[in-house]
């Protein structure tokens, strides 16, 4: 079982930076590819960056490459998204999500979910 638990979204003006954290229970996260996904309101909730267990692997969505770094620290069991750039289209709830079953996999491939921190971007 791995319980996971998001935090660092709030309010940002266009152009600005946050840096959102995943926590991870449990002692298997290296185990794991880990995923931050996003949902904008009557939006699909789609994959915006993962990485592997080692961090040497990394995929980013179209949209987001270039503006956001996804990284992780195995001895702390989290996963971090560093956002720069930040455009009123960023704004949703963020997700991280958890799965062995490869760095780019779909929605119902993931394993565990956070409940998500939500990220506005304000124009």
């Known amino acids: 079982q791995v319980q996971l638990v998001e935090s660092g979204g709030g309010l940002v003006q266009a152009g600005g930076s946050l840096r959102l954290s995943c926590a991870a229970s449990?002692?298997?996260?290296?185990?794991?590819?880990m995923d931050w996904f996003r949902q904008a309101p009557g939006k699909e909730r789609d994959l915006v960056a993962a990485?592997?267990?080692?961090?040497?692997?990394?995929y980013y969505a179209v949209s987001v490459k270039g503006r956001f770094t996804i990284s992780r620290d195995n001895a702390k069991n989290t996963v971090y998204l560093q956002m720069n750039s930040l455009t009123p289209e960023d704004t949703a709830v963020y997700y991280c999500?958890?799965?062995?079953?490869?760095?780019?996999?779909?929605?119902?491939?993931?394993?565990?979910w956070g409940k998500g921190t939500l990220v506005t971007v304000s124009s």
């Open positions: 990485i592997d267990w080692s961090g040497r692997s990394t």
């Open positions: 449990g002692r298997t996260f290296s185990r794991y590819f």
């Open positions: 999500a958890a799965t062995q079953r490869g760095l780019r996999v779909g929605v119902s491939s993931m394993d565990y």
